[in-house]
Each structure stands twice: as structure tokens, then as C-alpha cells.
């Protein structure tokens, strides 16, 4: 018998699902599932990790979308899905006391979503969408050795345009020069980092997702003070 220990468990919760313009006639005669758009609101996702003694056995699946789904439906097209206002933590639950990293006032939209049998073959598509918009707004954090205050007003990204855009970005030491060397005990660098606004262009988001490696054309910086 196989036993399955994944290292990731998820939570997901959300406070209202709408679907909008449903053709049910169009799956009954033809399995052809249509939606004009999905609104999911303030989805609340909680992602666990904890790294068990035994190896991670949940097998990979390794069928393309469509094949997973042709036994119930020759294709699936939706127009728009929002995800609204998600409240995003990640839980890792191997330290004695669980390290938790998150962000909130995230938004994402993903546009004209299909899946049929040739769509896996389609360059011009990420992943079955024409394009993933993410935009994060106003969030604030501590750097990992909390030393630093890290904000930005908005974080934008978009796989169709290939950008990533940050503005308002802010590093700020939370503490003034000697009480900051006291913290390391030796004399070391504090640095204070405002920008107004930076871009990276022709970003690979394929490259980003399944290699891990991030390349961009150009990086465009504006209304930047370093002290």
C-alpha cells in the first residue's frame, strides 16, 4: 500500500465565490465548460511546510491538464478569474517556533483561461492564460535580521507584458547608527534605500517558475536616494 507524506499541506478559505455567465447547456451537449468570469473574494490560503523524516512520496502526475480532465470534458474556457484581496501566509513548520512569512492586499487576475487538447502547445500562453496580473499594494515588513523596515505602495506583474513594477519602494534601519552597530557588536555598513519607482522588462516568467532563475531585459530605476 502507498503511503503518501506531502511536505505541503494547504488551507484555503474564501468569504465569496460568483460565477457569471454559465452556459450549462454547452456542457451537457457538448462538455464544452464556459464561464464568463469567476469572482473569488478575500480567499484566505495558508500554506504548511514541514519536512517529515520519511521522504515525500505524493506522486507527480505527469498527464497535461487536458488529459487529467478529458474523461469529463472536452475543453474549458473562462474569460476573466479574480482573485480578490488575498490574505497569503506561508508556515514552516520544521523550527520549534514556526517561522511565518506573508502578504496581504493581494490582487490577481487571470484572463482568458483555455484548455483543450492543443492549448498546452500554444507559446503565446503561460500555463493555459493569456495573462496573470498581480498587483500588491501597501505592505510592510522586517528585513530577515530585523534590522530593517522594508515597504512599497504598489507591486505589479504581468506574464502577458513581461514587467514587474514596484513603486514607493522603502528600506529604512529601524535603528540610528550606534545603537545599530551595537546590535552586530562591530562597526558595520547602515544603508537607507528610496526608490520612487523600478522595473524590470522582458522578464521570462517561464524560466522564473520552472528553473528558478530570474532574467530580465532591462532594469529601469527612477527617483532613487541611497545614504
Known amino acids: 500500500k502507498d503511503r503518501i507524506n506531502p511536505s505541503h499541506l ?4 474564501v468569504d465569496a465565490l460568483k460565477l457569471r455567465q454559465v452556459h450549462p447547456l454547452k456542457v451537457y451537449l457538448k462538455r464544452d465548460l464556459v464561464v464568463n468570469s469567476i469572482l473569488i473574494e478575500k480567499p484566505s490560503v495558508r500554506v504548511y511546510y514541514d519536512r517529515t523524516i ?10 497535461t491538464t487536458w488529459q487529467r480532465l478529458s474523461k469529463y470534458l472536452c475543453s474549458i474556457k473562462v474569460g476573466t478569474v479574480l482573485f480578490k484581496e488575498i490574505d497569503f501566509k506561508y508556515i514552516d513548520q520544521r523550527l520549534r517556533k514556526p517561522e511565518i512569512n506573508g502578504i496581504k492586499n493581494l490582487s490577481i487576475t487571470i484572463k482568458d483561461i483555455l484548455i483543450d487538447s492543443l492549448s498546452h502547445t500554444d507559446t503565446s500562453r503561460f500555463y493555459h492564460t493569456r495573462d496573470i496580473l498581480v498587483e500588491v499594494f501597501d505592505n510592510r515588513f522586517e528585513s530577515p535580521n530585523k534590522m530593517y523596515s ?3 505602495d504598489k507591486l505589479e506583474m504581468s ?4 514587467y514587474a513594477r514596484v513603486t514607493g519602494l522603502r528600506v529604512l534601519p529601524k535603528f540610528s547608527e550606534i545603537p545599530f552597530s551595537l546590535k552586530f557588536g562591530y562597526r558595520t555598513a547602515r544603508y537607507l534605500v528610496e526608490l520612487g519607482e523600478a522595473s524590470l522588462m522582458g522578464i521570462n516568467y517561464k524560466m522564473l517558475v520552472e ?10 530605476i527612477s527617483k532613487a536616494q541611497l545614504d
Open 159 to 162: 506574464t502577458l507584458n513581461k
Open 54 to 63: 520519511e521522504k515525500d512520496s505524493s506522486k507527480v502526475d505527469t498527464r
Open 211 to 220: 528553473k528558478r532563475q530570474l532574467y530580465a531585459s532591462s532594469l529601469n
Open 150 to 152: 522594508i515597504g512599497f
Open 10 to 13: 494547504y488551507e484555503i478559505r
